[in-house]
T-cell receptor, first 115, second 112 residues
Framework: DAGVIQSPRHEVTEMGQEVTLRCKPI?????LFWYRQTMMRGLELLIY????????DSGMPEDRFSAKMPNASFSTLKIQPSEPRDSAVYFC?????????????FGPGTRLTVL | AQSVSQHNHHVILSEAASLELGCNYS??????LFWYVQYPGQHLQLLLK??????LVKGIKGFEAEFIKSKFSFNLRKPSVQWSDTAEYFC??????????FGKGTRLHILP
């Protein structure tokens, strides 16, 4: 099993540019989560999907952030326009929905630097 | 609403010392509890989890945690830490729906 796959692993961009982060969940998992981790704020849940449908996006910081899940095997997190304060590590995680004992499996993360 | 509180933000220990990291949650019903570990530069990995049965749960690398329902606690323990245990540790709870609530994390630094 390849685990949760994220790309790119590192992204350096300039302020104002559009950034797209990608995630492929573990096959058979039907819940997908996007997190942001910084030293100051720790691990923050941005949004999660069940069966490709966004369930809770209350953690999305502002309208510059958007996430989609067009099918069960792919999700994107887009930041447009990006700002230096968006610099963070973005993690994607997946799990099997419907069982609260099911753990989440995390991807390796995308380290985003906005100059 | 569910919440998780980790008492210590930063813990420094010497090798071979015993470890206990505190975790309390707020939810009155049935819960499932997790401890995740994040080694420097890596992603979060499951250390152990509790969902039913024996309240003393054993995980990988010699870690264990005890669920005490009356205290709403799920403290992580290890009798003798190693330098390689240097990492950040996250307690998490899932009581309903599909959202796992994570604590703020405890950074553990082991001195060689």
């Amino acid at each position: 099993d390849a685990g949760v796959i994220q790309s790119p692993r590192h992204e350096v961009t300039e302020m104002g540019q559009e950034v797209t982060l990608r995630c492929k969940p573990i096959s058979g998992h039907n819940s997908l989560f996007w997190y942001r981790q910084t030293m100051m704020r720790g691990l923050e849940l941005l949004i999660y999907f069940n069966n490709n449908v966004p369930i809770d996006d209350s953690g999305m910081p502002e309208d510059r952030f958007s996430a989609k899940m067009p099918n069960a095997s792919f999700s994107t997190l887009k930041i447009q326009p990006s700002e230096p304060r968006d610099s963070a590590v973005y993690f994607c995680a997946s799990r099997i929905a419907g069982g609260t004992y099911n753990e989440q499996f995390f991807g390796p993360g995308t380290r985003l630097t906005v100059l | 609403a569910q919440s998780v509180s980790q008492h210590n933000h930063h813990v420094i220990l010497s090798e071979a010392a015993s470890l206990e990291l505190g975790c309390n949650y707020s939810y009155g019903g049935t819960v499932n509890l997790f401890w995740y570990v994040q080694y420097p530069g890596q992603h979060l990995q499951l250390l152990l989890k509790y969902f039913s049965g024996d309240p003393l749960v054993k995980g990988i690398k010699g870690f264990e945690a005890e669920f005490i329902k009356s205290k709403f606690s799920f403290n992580l323990r290890k009798p003798s830490v190693q330098w390689s245990d240097t990492a950040e540790y996250f307690c998490a709870v899932n009581a309903r729906d599909d959202k796992i609530i994570f604590g703020k994390g405890t950074r553990l630094h082991i001195l060689p």
